[in-house]
């Protein structure tokens, strides 16, 4: 399985990202799929989930400004990050849930810099 990410960078307060996972040795019904991210110092904490038929799931803080959506014929997880705010400052993961609950394969992260 290999996930790479895409798409970060740096933006002022208030700007919007869009970021890329291309999947490659894993299929969109095999499982779920996510997106975390990690702040230095802080904890890896998940974001939004897709699940085998496409539902998705957002944790709280970020439900409204961020949505998860998938290509399937591109083999291609995207998150759209709008309205950022600084304390969106983080390591972005993409995540292929594995046959254990709560275990996944992971990117190597793609960097987002929110500035005010």
């Known amino acids: 399985v290999q996930l790479v990410e895409s798409g970060g960078g740096s933006v002022q307060t208030g700007g919007s990202l869009r970021l890329s996972c291309t999947v490659s040795?894993?299929?969109?019904?095999?499982?779920?799929m996510a997106w975390f991210r990690q702040a230095p110092g802080k904890e890896r904490e998940g974001l939004a989930w897709i699940d085998r038929v496409g539902w998705t799931t957002y944790i709280d803080s970020v439900k409204g400004r961020f949505t998860l959506s998938r290509d399937v014929s591109k083999k291609t997880l995207y998150l759209q990050m709008n309205n950022l705010q600084p304390d969106d400052t983080a390591m972005y993961f993409c995540?292929?849930?594995?046959?254990?609950?709560?275990?996944?394969?992971w990117g190597q992260g793609t960097q987002v810099t929110v500035s005010s």
């Open positions: 040795g894993y299929s969109f019904s095999s499982g779920y």
């Open positions: 995540a292929a849930g594995k046959t254990e609950p709560g275990t996944y394969y």
